[in-house]
């Protein structure tokens, strides 16, 4: 393990965040001078679980985020901080339903079927004015705005600044655009092990949102932060290699070049997608991406039904290659470590159910969706997914009892906020009854 005062002194860390990150996918810390790091790594940093989205009450005991300093990554923007993603424990053991430890778990499980897995992420971020009520660019205006290389060199100085930012960290980033909507972004940086994408998944959301911040603007990674445009999806490449040999196990000599354990992961994230909308797509803001009226642009580039296709763009699991599948179905509010989680038990479920995900549809969906008789269509809205999740056997199997308790807890607790909310449609729609 890193020495942590030694390496602390190599670099010119000055001070450390030691962080975890909670169940809806907020990053908390602690900021620790360096010459108190000894001691924090052995013991971890103290917080209280309740004052974060975490299953516990005021009275339970202290909470220690233990440092995964293996993880650390100097900040390129600020060299003089490290942050240090954490694993969360209390009364001397693990908290059940961290997500970073839910993602270790199933990590582990995978490994011992065999499988490592890997992962790739596609957040997609809007850059709006510091006030969060208008796009950053206010001559963003093209009505299909998607790789405007005019719009997307306005933004140089931001967008250049976060990619110099993973090349300096190694993270191998290799293309940036403009997307789909007025404002929005992508960057892409390569695939690794599902549970570095979800540390650098973390990080890059904190990267974003600080330098974005440092240009006088707001970033946000709301899934449909503007009603008429396209919105933030985050989707995965999901891949898996042989354990013994690295060998990939999604090759094959089945159609489109896949074998029939891909075939089996695509059946089986196809049948647990309703299942796991609720960590997928979790907040009330996530419905109104998928399911999506079409947007200015002509496509919403998100999924309403649960399909797969070849190399197309309007299924919930695109085939781009040989070696992995594209989930499109997650957005940007999807808790980094609880998505690769979830792709992770949904295929495994697949492998050991042997699922059959039938005949994939070679249809444009957004033209021609009811041509796909019988298509499961995906939650309506978060009381909708969130009932499936509490229903499911799969949730409870790979995520284990502490994680689905708590999770539908504090995600029905936020349905019974915004149900509290009194929205000027109601009375727009109701006062005249
Ligand atoms: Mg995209």
């Known amino acids: 393990m890193t020495d942590i005062g030694t390496k602390a002194k190599e670099l010119g860390i000055r001070y450390f965040l030691v962080s975890y990150t909670d169940l809806f996918g907020v990053v908390r810390s602690k900021l620790v001078p ?91 971020f809007f850059l709006l004015s510091a006030d969060a009520t208008e796009l950053s660019d206010p001559g963003d205006i093209r009505a299909k705005p998607c ?37 929005q972004f992508e960057m892409n940086w390569s695939y ?18 600080s330098l974005a911040e440092q240009h006088g603007y707001r970033a946000t990674f709301m899934p449909k932060p503007m009603p008429s445009l396209t919105g933030n999806g985050c989707h995965v490449h999901l891949s898996m290699l042989n354990v013994r040999d690295g060998g990939s196990i999604m090759t094959g000599d089945g159609e489109l070049g896949l074998s029939s354990l891909a075939y089996n992961i695509i059946g089986g994230v196809l049948n647990n997608a309703r299942d796991l909308a609720l960590i997928t797509n979790p907040v009330i803001n996530s419905y109104k991406r998928i399911n999506a009226p079409r947007t200015t642009s002509g496509a919403t580039w998100s999924p309403n039904s649960v399909t797969y296709g070849g190399n197309n763009r309007t299924h919930m699991i695109r085939i781009p290659g040989d070696d992995r599948i594209e989930v499109r ?81 504090l995600k029905l607790e936020e349905w019974n906020a915004y149900m509290r909310h009194f929205s000027s449609w109601e009375k727009e729609n109701a006062l005249d009854v």
């Open 329 to 409: 179905l997650a957005d940007g509010a999807a808790n980094p470590y609880l998505l690769q989680a979830a792709m992770i038990a949904a295929a495994l479920d697949g492998i050991e159910r042997n699922s059959d995900p039938g005949k994939r549809l070679d249809i444009d969906m957004y033209a021609e969706g009811h041509l796909a008789e019988g298509a499961p269509k995906l939650p309506l809205n978060m009381l909708d997914a969130l009932r499936q999740f509490e229903g499911s056997s799969l949730a409870k199997e790979y995520f284990g009892d502490e994680f689905c308790t708590a999770y539908a807890k």
């Open 34 to 124: 360096a010459a108190a790091m000894p001691d924090m790594v052995e013991e971890g940093a103290g917080f209280a679980g309740f004052a974060s989205h975490l299953d516990m009450t005021p009275a339970h005991p202290d909470m220690f985020a233990v440092p995964d300093v293996d993880c650390m990554v100097q900040l390129p923007w600020k060299p003089e901080v490290g942050w240090i993603p954490g694993d969360l424990h209390m009364d001397g053991g693990p908290v059940d339903h961290a997500p970073r430890l839910v993602l270790k778990r199933l990590l582990k499980r995978a490994e011992e079927a065999g499988y490592q897995v890997m992962a790739g992420v596609e957040p997609e």
């Open 192 to 209: 690794s092990d599902a549970l570095t994408t979800a540390d650098r998944h973390t990080f890059f959301k904190f990267m974003v949102k």
């Open 147 to 183: 790789y405007d290389q005019q719009a997307l060199m306005r933004r140089f100085d931001v967008i250049s600044g976060i990619c110099d930012c993973m090349l300096e960290m190694g993270w191998g980033p290799y293309q940036n655009d403009h997307e789909d909507a007025n404002g």
